[in-house]
């Protein structure tokens, strides 16, 4: 999915107030995938922070989520990352982008 400029900043400036969701430790990368999907279908935007004992680097796992969730990335800013993915759900309100 790719984004335009305008898109990826409205999307930025909706995430600024959003708490992370998901949290990315050391182990069980199938069940953050589950988890990270389901987030994305209840929100379609989705803060998540990736912890110290991780191993690894931010931009990577966001790179590595996002791929089986089939969602872009937004931002990366230290610890925390962005991730966007229109919903197929139509009792949620949806992001319209610009």
């Known amino acids: 999915m790719?984004?335009?400029?305008?898109?990826?900043?409205?999307?930025r400036s909706l995430a600024n107030r959003l708490n992370a969701t998901i949290a990315i430790g050391k182990g069980g990368t199938d069940a953050v995938v589950a988890q990270t999907d389901s987030a994305l279908e209840a929100h379609e935007l989705i803060k998540c922070t990736v912890l110290n004992t991780s191993g690894l680097d931010t931009r990577e796992a966001a790179i590595a989520l996002s791929r089986p969730t089939h969602s872009?990335?937004?931002?990366?800013?230290?610890?925390?990352?962005v991730l966007y993915r229109p919903s197929q759900r139509d009792d949620i309100e949806k992001i319209i982008l610009v």
């Open 72 to 81: 872009a990335v937004v931002q990366v800013i230290g610890h925390k990352f």
């Open 2 to 11: 790719e984004l335009t400029g305008k898109q990826v900043r409205q999307l």
